[in-house]
């Protein structure tokens, strides 16, 4: 059965939405079955407000270069459309969420139901608890290549968590199902009538146990054992 998910990162003016920060990127990954398809979606966006000085040195958006770029409200219609019915898999989800649900308020839009999110930091805290669990630190455990991410960016981030993501849920190695083995084909074809080889007993002859006895008085006079 087929199925797919939207691997989704953002990029903001700052850490909280009660001091007005706003999003500045967002990046989104189709997957299908855990394998990216070819379908994106990327933007950056004019926040209409000034970047902290933590997210400049997180992201390194400046103000003049996000005050040339769409609003929020212009890519919102095409954004929901692209997530539409897809389960979302975000890193530290509350955090994404949080933001992106504030700028739909903000244009009167419906919000994005936490349900429909996978949050791979909750994934990671069950599985490794008391490990490093930052999406850096579970690239290096895995050993993913995160050379490429010298600040952080919506859409690299996206390509690294999808990579994080099916480690995570162990789907890297091929799955046997046992369930379609068929037991009465493998006695069919395994049977006793068509095994290609036997033992065969050889016997040695009157010559040969005196030859051997021979040798043995010969050549093996102390017990070595």
Do not use: W
């Amino acid at each position: 059965m087929s199925f797919k998910e939207i691997i989704l990162d953002t990029e903001t003016t700052g850490l909280d939405v009660r001091d007005g920060h706003r999003v500045v990127e967002i990046g989104c990954i189709e997957i299908e079955n855990f394998v990216p398809t070819k379908n994106i979606f990327h933007c950056y966006l004019n926040p209409e407000r000034k970047v902290s000085e933590q997210a400049l040195k997180v992201h390194g958006y400046s103000d003049e270069f996000l005050a040339k770029q769409k609003k929020f409200s212009e890519i919102a219609e095409e954004f929901l459309e692209f997530i539409n019915g897809k389960k979302l898999v975000i890193h530290n989800a509350k955090f994404d969420i949080t933001h992106l649900n504030n700028e739909l308020g903000l244009i009167n839009k419906n919000r994005i139901d936490i349900k429909a999110v996978i949050d791979t930091l909750e994934i990671a805290k069950n599985k490794f608890p008391g490990a490093q669990i930052s999406l850096d630190a579970l690239c290096k455990r895995y050993k993913i290549d995160n050379s490429r991410r010298e600040k952080h960016t919506a859409i690299i981030d996206c390509e690294l968590l999808s990579k994080v993501y099916v480690n995570l849920l162990d789907q890297k190695e091929p799955v046997l199902n046992f369930n379609d083995f068929d037991q009465s084909k493998f006695n069919k074809n395994y049977n006793e009538k068509n095994i290609s080889y036997c033992k065969k007993i050889l016997k040695p002859t009157t010559e040969e146990k005196e030859a051997h006895k021979l040798f043995i008085q010969k050549n093996l006079k102390k017990n070595y054992f």
